[in-house]
């Protein structure tokens, strides 16, 4: 995982249309909340989730 940094970022593959995740670094974990949804709930992973669900997207696993 990064070094620990709490803001929060888009990917730089996100079409700008809002229809994406934001991702940050606190307390030791990955944080993701919907972009529309700044308000709303937040996913906090460990570094080994993190990083397995990370590797999965570099191969393809979640793609249709």
């Known amino acids: 995982m990064k070094a620990l940094d709490s803001q929060w970022r888009t990917s730089s593959h996100s079409g700008g249309n ?30 080994g989730r993190w990083t397995s669900f990370i590797a999965g997207i570099k191969v393809g696993t979640f793609e249709d």
Do not use: I
């Open 18 to 47: 809002g229809a994406c995740v934001e991702v940050r670094y606190a307390d030791h974990t990955a944080q993701v909340r919907d972009a529309k949804d700044r308000q709303g709930p937040v996913l906090v992973f460990g570094p």
